[in-house]
């Protein structure tokens, strides 16, 4: 009767490169549309250190392009950084499914449910440390992404899924989600 919906244990951040990459289409666009408006004498009152500036065509252009670049710089900061968000959490992704379809697939045990130094809401987001010991006798520590709730009552034996390259251990991915089984949110 009712569909459920898998609880997302993950913090996603991606919605706030979509935030900032609508505030600066809006910022960029009134810059230009600022510069289709036309501008007659009776519209033009601009005082520079208190002396009132004369209607002239240089004076309004002037006008106009400075209007442009605080809109069109602030418009284009938030683009900047919606574009560094949004391509971050697309390489992510591509790296985990990269990671999930090639890479090594190991079962760590869970030893720290430990903060971090990001806080949300002033609470500080909190993340799994897990080991595991390859072939070599190496222990191996992986640390999960930020967690929005403590999930190691849904794990099984404190054990996590683990997706690693071999060749470079740095590059891992801690699928706690899929660990956990079937958790819905009501």
Avoid at 27 to 51: D, K, R, S, Y
Avoid at 158 to 170: A, E, F, L, M, W
Wanted: overall charge positive; some cysteine; hydrophobic content about 45%.
């Amino acid at each position: 009767m009712f569909r459920h919906k898998q609880k997302q244990i993950f913090y996603n951040f991606k919605w706030l490169g979509y935030l900032a990459l609508t505030a600066g289409v809006i910022l960029v666009t009134i810059g230009m549309l600022i510069q289709l408006i036309p501008t007659g004498e009776a519209q033009f009152h601009i005082t520079i250190n208190g002396v009132e500036q004369p209607y002239t065509i240089e004076n309004v252009t002037k006008m106009r392009l400075l209007f442009l670049g605080i809109m069109g710089g602030l418009g284009g900061l938030f683009l900047i950084t919606a574009l560094i968000i949004i391509g971050r959490s697309r390489h992510r992704a591509k790296l985990i499914g990269m990671l999930k379809q090639s890479g090594e697939k190991v079962m760590a045990e869970v030893i720290d449910y430990a903060p971090s130094q990001v806080r949300i809401n002033n609470q500080p987001a909190r993340y799994l440390v897990c080991t595991y010991q390859n072939m070599t006798g190496e222990n191996l520590i992986f640390k999960s992404g930020l967690l929005r709730w403590n999930p190691i009552s849904f794990l099984s034996d404190k054990k996590v899924i683990v997706y690693y390259d071999s060749r470079n251990s740095n590059r891992y991915f801690v699928d706690v989600d899929e660990s956990m089984g079937k958790v819905v949110n009501l």
